[in-house]
Each structure stands twice: as structure tokens, then as C-alpha cells.
């Protein structure tokens, strides 16, 4: 049977009308996500769309074992604008989270070739009728009470990682009651977020590194345009990114090696920037988007915290931080206490060690000690414990690794990077 001969569905007599949700509404928001590896949350959030405006607002506050997210969606037309860090707001423009431009979510469900409707249901008290969308690829559903959505579901993959997302809407607003500064870009979308105060004017400060890089060229081992961790946010992001792939990387396909670097750097932090790639990776990188291009970035992991923790001291994950190149002190020198202003911002001191992720992963059995932390709940001491092991000795009864040295290379740049 040919495209041309498929029997189109019709609507049953039993149906109710298939919802027409109104095109510009807001509303309160009870938001679930589930997700591998433990990244599963429910808390409020709000709702709003103007489909004559191409304008949707989506924002959520996400609470994890390891601290609260605080994330927003704009999206004006074709541009989307990822909003960060609450009241300490901080915007970029991501392209690998969430939707990229404006799509009506909503405008299959009034469509009788897209949407099946499959039967009555009730949710937090509110009757409503259940649509399926019409699809072997995509699964969305909504319940609605007439025209009003009460509960909207969705499966998704971000990097590739699938997940699911539940949306209950409260009380509905239409009209011309919607605020139209919700679909106003913001100010912060315009500008970075300012150095941290606590670090204007203050002396360099020593950060033992961990980085998670591949080990095709001497390119790899160069941190500039990198984002490293200290070692709890190393653990932890090892600890997320395989606990995501069920054991195999979702982020950083061919990334086998891990370094530790003694560095020095300027702790008037700047924004965070998600940097990925190297020359040889595919896509070639690196690549950084939406950080500060000369101050040393700094969150806590998954943008946690108000302004994402940028100028806090502690956080039960650690923190994650990005080297921009434009920031790299030139050899044999370091960042001054007016690196918040001008000047460099980091420097190399030296790299301490390198090992192969399968001597921590595979011989110490890193991924059941992440599993046994995510479920504890209580930060990540096993994980953290271990890396640090790695690093410490290279006696494999004792929790070391071997160190397989740096960059094979002669030319003197390449040694440069890592001395």
C-alpha cells in the first residue's frame, strides 16, 4: 500500500471536540522530569504563549538531590534564549537544550489526522479528555477540560539522553490578562553577568584541576577554551554523564583520558561557558558558548543555585569551571589582583598526572560507586573518593592508576600547554 492509499482517521461519534487551546494563555505550572541516573525533579514553574507573537515562556524550578535549578525558556520567533540562576538571572543561548524556535505544542491535538483521542481522565481533581498524537516517533499528550489543557506529556532526548517531562497547568489566564513582558527579551540576554564582587582586587587563587579529554594528538591536552572541575564536580560530571549512557559517554564519545593540572586563577568569576570538542574531535572543536571571553567562568554543576553558585564557596557537587583562551596568562606568568578588570585570568602551573578512564570506570568500578551516591542521596563521597585515589597513587589494591604522561610531541608549544 502506497503514502496515497493510507485510510485517513475519522472522528467517532463518541468523541468529545477535539481541543482548540487558546493561541495566547498563561498559566501556574506543577512540572515533573524523569530522566537517567537519578536527574528526576518536580517543582512549579509557569506557562505562557502567544501564538499570533510566535512567543513562548517556559520556566521551571527543578529540585535535585544536589541543589535547585532555576531555568527558563524564551522563545521569540527563531530565537530561543536559556535563562539561568533566578533571581541572580544569567541568559545564553543554548543550542543543544530544549526547543530552538517557536512550534505551537498544542495545534495537533485539534487536528483529527494527528491527535487520537483515548478516553477521560482525571488529574489533581480536574476531569479532563486524554489526545495521543498520531506518531511511532514522537510521544505527546494532552488532557484538556473543553479547549483548557490541565496536563500536557512529553518524551524528549537532550544530547541524545531521553527524558520525560509532565506539565499540569493551574488556573488559566487568556487574552489580553497574559503580561506581554513575558515574552520580552530580557536584559540579561544582552550582557554577561559582572565579575564576582567578593573577588575584584584579590590575590589568585590555587584550583587543583580535573579534566576529561581525548588522547588522539598533543591538541588534546591543551585546556584553553576547556571546561574543567575541581575534583567533586569532575566526579560528578563523570558520575552524570555515564549514569545518563548506562555506561558509555552521551557527551564525549572518544574522551579516554583524565589530567589533573595545578592551576591559578582569578576568583573574580565570570559567567559560566559550555565549552565542547577539540581539533580532532567530531564536530572539531573547541567550542564555548555563552561565557565570559576573558574571565575564568564558574557554577556549580547543571547551573545550580542562585546565579548558579558563580561566586559562592561551597557546593555539594563541586564546580565546574571554563578557561577562555583570550584569559590564558602568557608562560611564566599569573593573574593579578586586578584580573577582574583587565589582564589574564589564568594560568598553568603544571600537570600533575594523567590516566586512562578505564582504570578508574572499569578496574575500581567507578559507575557502581555514582549509583550507590545517587541513591544515598548525601552528595558524593564514594565518587569523589575515588578520583581521588586514582590521582593519589598508582598502586591499583590502593585505588591508583597509573600515570601514562603527557602529550609525545616535539614541538615546544605543545609542552608549553601542560608544563
Known amino acids: 500500500m502506497s503514502h496515497l492509499d493510507v485510510e485517513l482517521p475519522v472522528e467517532s461519534l463518541d468523541e468529545p471536540p477535539r481541543p482548540k487551546v487558546p493561541p495566547r494563555f498563561r498559566a501556574d505550572t506543577k512540572v515533573a522530569t524523569v530522566a537517567p541516573g537519578g536527574m528526576s525533579s518536580v517543582g512549579p514553574g509557569v506557562f505562557a504563549q502567544d501564538v499570533t507573537e510566535k512567543a513562548l515562556w517556559q520556566q521551571e524550578t527543578r529540585s535535585y538531590p544536589f541543589g535547585t535549578q532555576y531555568f527558563a525558556q524564551l522563545l521569540l520567533a527563531n530565537s530561543s534564549f536559556d535563562i539561568t540562576g533566578g533571581n541572580q538571572s544569567i541568559c545564553r543561548q543554548l543550542p543543544m537544550f530544549g526547543l530552538q524556535r517557536f512550534v505551537d505544542i498544542f495545534s495537533w491535538a485539534s487536528n483529527p489526522q494527528l491527535s487520537e483521542y483515548v478516553g477521560e481522565r482525571t488529574v489533581a481533581g480536574k476531569k479532563c479528555s486524554q489526545w495521543q498524537l498520531r506518531s511511532p516517533n514522537h510521544s505527546l499528550s494532552l488532557c484538556a477540560d473543553g479547549n483548557i489543557p490541565v496536563e500536557f506529556n512529553t518524551s524528549h532526548a537532550t544530547t541524545g539522553i531521553p527524558g ?34 567578593s573577588g575584584l582586587g584579590k590575590a589568585p587563587v590555587d584550583l587543583d584541576a580535573f579534566v576529561f579529554h581525548p588522547s588522539m594528538s598533543p591538541a588534546d591536552y591543551n585546556i584553553e577554551d576547556q571546561d574543567i572541575a575541581d575534583v567533586e564536580g569532575d566526579a560528578f560530571f563523570i558520575c552524570g554523564d555515564r549514569l545518563q549512557g548506562n555506561g558509555s559517554s552521551q557527551i564525549d564519545h572518544n574522551y579516554t583520558l583524565i589530567s589533573r593540572y595545578a592551576l591559578q586563577i582569578s576568583p573574580a568569576f565570570g559567567q559560566y561557558a559550555v565549552c565542547n570538542g577539540y581539533p580532532d574531535t567530531t564536530p572539531a572543536g573547541p567550542s564555548c558558548i555563552g561565557g565570559d571571553p576573558r574571565l575564568v567562568g564558574k557554577e556549580a554543576p547543571f547551573f545550580v543555585g542562585e546565579g548558579e553558585s558563580r561566586c559562592a564557596t561551597e557546593s555539594i557537587s563541586g564546580f565546574w ?14 593573574p593579578s589582583a586586578t584580573a577582574g578588570t583587565s589582564g589574564c585570568t589564568w594560568s598553568i602551573q603544571k600537570r600533575l598526572k594523567t590516566i586512562q578512564q578505564k582504570c578508574l570506570l572499569d578496574t575500581h568500578h567507578f559507575l557502581d ?21 586514582a590521582f593519589e597513587s598508582e598502586d591499583l589494591a590502593s585505588g591508583g592508576c597509573p600515570d601514562v604522561g603527557g602529550p609525545k610531541s616535539s614541538r615546544v608549544e605543545d609542552f608549553a600547554m601542560v608544563v
Open 164 to 197: 520525560t517531562s509532565s506539565y499540569q497547568f493551574g488556573t488559566v489566564v487568556i487574552g489580553d490578562q497574559v503580561p506581554e513582558s513575558l515574552f520580552q527579551e530580557p536584559l540579561e540576554c544582552k550582557e554577561f553577568a559582572p565579575p564576582c564582587e
Open 321 to 334: 569551571y571554563s578557561l577562555p583562551k583570550q584569559g590564558h596568562c602568557p608562560d611564566g606568568q599569573s
Open 369 to 389: 560507586l555514582c549509583k550507590a551516591d545517587f541513591v544515598e542521596k548525601k552528595g558524593f563521597p564514594r565518587s569523589v573518593a575515588a578520583l581521588h585515589a
